[in-house]
């Protein structure tokens, strides 16, 4: 004679409180407040925490760690799981509180194609001694600030348009000789096209070499 048996789905099932640990764990929670003796539930619990920081293993590993898988502990509980653990249960208030609004930097960039580095350099290099020195850090930064417009407008800037925004940046402090020349706009194109080309390069020769690595093992074997 065939019973029929009946199928036990999740959705008659008592909900999960932490789904990410499964039911087994759950099951052992209310089998742990289930326990009468304090000291063997004590017990019970330290084993629940082993096993959720085994299933959890970043969080084991983090600062507060041990902190966080009690709370977890807590909360499958239902807040209800009485023990003598390291550390106080929560209250649901107190999980349930937000954290504090970062605030978010509200510094404002003159020009946003050459961008707050730049400032910082150019803040930086103001409060340099006069001298060889700051005249390269100056030219540095000026043909830095070309690459940079150069990305923003790939056409072409002339060198006055950078001088004039790097004084204008510098509010007067940082200025080149006249007869100093910054870098050509064809080369500072090429170093940029030069990048992406070359990691392509390094990228298909690497593929050679595992290919020829390949081979090389088949002949051996």
């Known amino acids: 004679m065939n019973t029929a048996v009946p199928f036990d789905y999740n959705t008659q099932r008592p909900r999960l409180i932490i789904p990410e640990y499964g039911?087994?764990?759950q099951r052992m929670v209310e089998h742990c407040m289930t326990?009468?003796?304090r000291a063997e539930r004590t017990r019970t619990a330290k084993a629940i925490i082993q096993v959720i920081g085994r299933l959890n293993p970043m969080l084991r590993n983090s600062e507060n760690g041990d902190h966080t898988l009690w709370d977890h502990l807590y909360i499958m509980s239902e807040f209800k799981l009485d023990v003598d653990a390291p550390f106080p249960m929560p209250t649901p208030e107190e999980l349930d509180t937000k954290p504090e609004r970062i605030p978010y930097p509200k510094s404002e960039i003159r020009f946003g194609h050459y961008g707050k580095?730049?400032?910082r350099l150019i803040a930086k290099?103001?409060?340099m001694e006069e001298g060889p020195e700051r005249e390269a850090f100056t030219l540095m930064i000026a043909n830095l600030m070309k690459r940079q417009f150069l990305v923003w407008n790939r056409d072409s800037v002339g060198d006055g348009v950078i001088l004039k925004d790097l004084r204008e940046l510098s509010k007067g402090a940082l200025r080149l000789r006249e007869d100093v020349q910054l870098a050509h706009t064809s080369d500072l194109l090429?170093?940029?096209q030069a990048g992406p080309r070359n990691?392509?390069?390094q990228g298909g020769?690497?593929?050679r070499r595992n290919k020829r690595n390949r081979n090389r093992n088949k002949k051996r074997y």
């Open 23 to 25: 039911r087994h764990v």
């Open 35 to 37: 326990i009468e003796d």
């Open 117 to 119: 580095l730049v400032e």
């Open 125 to 127: 290099c103001a409060a």
């Open 190 to 192: 090429r170093t940029q």
């Open 199 to 201: 990691e392509a390069q």
């Open 205 to 207: 020769g690497g593929k």
